[in-house]
């Protein structure tokens, strides 16, 4: 299993069964190929659909189904599609119940940047702002390191997405919960002591006496 495939996995056991869920690029949108059996969940675009399914086979793309990010995406039966400003009213009405989305950072408040490089092109920043500040939960799916250098430090140096904290961080080295006292080490992954992810987190994490393995199942 590679690092984007144990982030996709654990995520995907953080949704419940009728959740409405948003997807952001890149790592998140693997969620969607890993949801348990059990679990049924309404995914939604804001480009205008709730109802997709997973990555379409190869071949069987279809151009006129994309994601917000440009990507090919299925629809389930009974899907539905609807224009952008109905889209962004479900989002900024409150009605998601997660979001899931990529990080460029997260800071020791548990403040998100993911939308802008100063001086470098991100791919579109979507609605990554509606979607922090609308959404129920907020979880954040990246990489533990950029090249090596910590994605979860002191304070955010990139621009913010939004002044709310999100509500959880999973990377491919640990599950960490943004708490009122800081930010709190839940689970390292397998084969993760909890001293690595200490080395590679430049914020400081509070370390409960016993942090177990992630697990990838129910």
């Known amino acids: 299993m590679d690092a984007k495939e144990l982030i996709a996995r654990r995520v995907a056991l953080e949704l419940r069964d009728g959740d409405l869920v948003n997807l952001g690029i890149g790592i998140p949108t693997l969620v969607a190929n890993y949801i348990p059996a059990d679990v049924h969940v309404f995914f939604q675009s804001e480009n ?16 006129d189904l994309t994601n917000a990010g440009g990507q090919y995406v299925t629809a389930l039966p009974g899907a539905t ?9 479900i989002i900024r009405g409150g009605h998601l119940d997660v979001t899931v989305l990529g990080g460029l950072q997260v800071d ?3 403040l998100l940047a993911n939308w802008m490089i100063p001086g470098k092109k991100v791919p579109g920043m979507g609605g990554a702002m509606d979607l922090v500040t609308g ?12 090249k090596g250098t910590p994605k979860i ?16 961080i ?12 800081g930010l709190l080490l839940k689970e390292v ?3 993760v002591s909890v001293e690595e992810v200490l080395q590679r987190t430049e914020a400081s994490l509070i370390v409960p006496e016993v942090v177990p393995e992630m697990v990838f199942e129910r």
């Open 81 to 89: 599609a609807f224009d952008s400003a109905t889209s962004f009213a």
């Open 48 to 63: 205008g659909i709730i109802g997709m399914g997973p990555v379409p086979e190869p071949g069987m793309e279809n151009p």
């Open 135 to 146: 959404a129920r939960r907020v979880i954040v799916a990246m990489t533990h390191t950029a």
């Open 153 to 168: 430090v002191k304070k955010c140096t990139l621009p913010l997405t939004s002044i709310r904290p999100v509500d959880l």
């Open 189 to 191: 992954a397998p084969g």
């Open 108 to 110: 020791e408040q548990g």
């Open 170 to 181: 999973v990377t491919d080295l640990a599950v960490i919960e943004p708490t009122e006292e």
